[in-house]
């Protein structure tokens, strides 16, 4: 077997040789590739070259193909075909996809896209199965795309995250809730805020949050009194703390 130095070759006179072996013709091979005539010479002789043959010869003044020639123009035309197909294949229908998606969420914003997402899915994609993953924090969401763990993560993620491909998809704000007759109710804000016990949700047991960053800026920064940790949102206050059904909660915004 003889091995080739693929470097050698240059794709684009591969091009020029199906339509020179088509037309077997300089003039009309040019004008169907929108290059000059003198460009498709020498690409010809290029490939006369690298061939070691003459492919097109002159007779009567017309070209014929040589035995060569004709023995390559279908092989060229599938080699030609598979790159195409491997650079730009064509595009498959949703429906007929047949792939498991993992998807790392928190309990949250888990539970605001799966029903819609699933009754979507069973009508246009129904080869997909999707996987939500248990959240473990952030860092590891990030942690799962990167190593393809997961191919998508609902999770807050830092504006330098340029490896990542980002898409805002929701945005709330933070708010506090307590009842009408708490003594923090009157006159809210950042003080009070940070003078009561707080719960932090982490799914690794952390006791710091994004929040944290935002109580320790400026001049009068604090450090925030966590309590208790709980590892989903589904453990309400209610089940840590007392439950009194006359006082009603009332949002406020710090």
Known sequence: MRLMNLRAIDLNLLVVLDALLDEAHVSRAAARLNLSQSAVSNALQRCRDLFGDPLLERGRGLMTRTARAEALRQPLKEVLSGVVGLVDPPE??????????????????????????????????????????????ADRAARALRDGDAELAISVFPE???????????????????????????????????????????????????????????????????????????????????????????????
């Open 92 to 137: 498959i229908a949703l429906k007929d996809i047949r792939q498991t998606i993992r998807i790392v969420s928190a309990d949250d914003p888990m539970s605001m896209i799966a029903t819609d997402l699933m009754a979507d899915l069973s009508i246009n994609a129904p080869g997909l199965r999707i996987v939500f993953a248990p959240w473990q924090g």
């Open 160 to 254: 330098d995250a340029e490896d990542l491909e980002v898409r805002e998809i929701i945005r709330e704000d933070y708010v506090v809730a307590l009842r009408r007759d708490h003594p923090a109710a009157k006159g809210f804000g950042i003080d009070a805020w940070l003078a009561w016990p707080h719960i932090v949700v982490s799914g690794q047991g952390e006791a710091r949050t994004p929040l944290d960053v935002f109580a320790e800026v400026g001049s009068r920064a604090r450090c925030r009194p966590c309590r208790t940790g709980l590892p989903s949102g589904a453990a309400n206050p209610r089940r840590v703390g007392p439950n009194r059904d006359d006082a009603p909660s009332q949002p406020c915004r710090p």
